[in-house]
Nanobody
Framework: VQLQASGGGLVQPGGSLRLSCVATGDTFTQYTMAWFREAPGKERDIAAAVSWHGTTTYYKTSVKGRFTISRDNAKNTAYLEMKSLTPEDTAVYYC??????????????????WGRGTQVTVSS
């Protein structure tokens, strides 16, 4: 499966962004989807994950209540809605897919397929 992420940009603190990840090349429902982020000087870390059916989600504590992960299986697309953004959310955001569709993985090693990152910068 190939993944293409989009939607990043520059936003002021308190602002919102929606990231999209379009999957091609395989059956989208075969995959658990996740969004990871990598801030300068830090390791890549999960922000959120969603099960293949879209009804089970996981959020890193620092984004819970502000970020919403979802997917539209008819459009082969996963989303990350981000609100109340802070400078600490500044990072390159990556979408990822795991063929272990019955597991909601939380580690980089759980995901075999990665899109190119999209930069999110939160600054005034």
């Amino acid at each position: 499966v190939q993944l293409q992420a989009s939607g990043g940009g520059l936003v002021q603190p308190g602002g919102s962004l929606r990231l999209s990840c379009v999957a091609t090349g395989d059956t989208f429902t075969q995959y658990t989807m996740a969004w990871f982020r990598e801030a300068p000087g830090k390791e890549r870390d999960i922000a959120a994950a969603v099960s293949w059916h879209g009804t089970t989600t996981y959020y890193k504590t620092s984004v819970k209540g502000r970020f919403t992960i979802s997917r539209d299986n008819a459009k082969n697309t996963a989303y990350l809605e981000m609100k109340s953004l802070t400078p600490e959310d500044t990072a390159v955001y990556y979408c990822a897919a795991s063929s272990k569709r019955w597991v909601l993985g939380r580690e980089v090693s759980d995901y075999e397929f990665w899109g190119r990152g999209t930069q999110v910068t939160v600054s005034s």
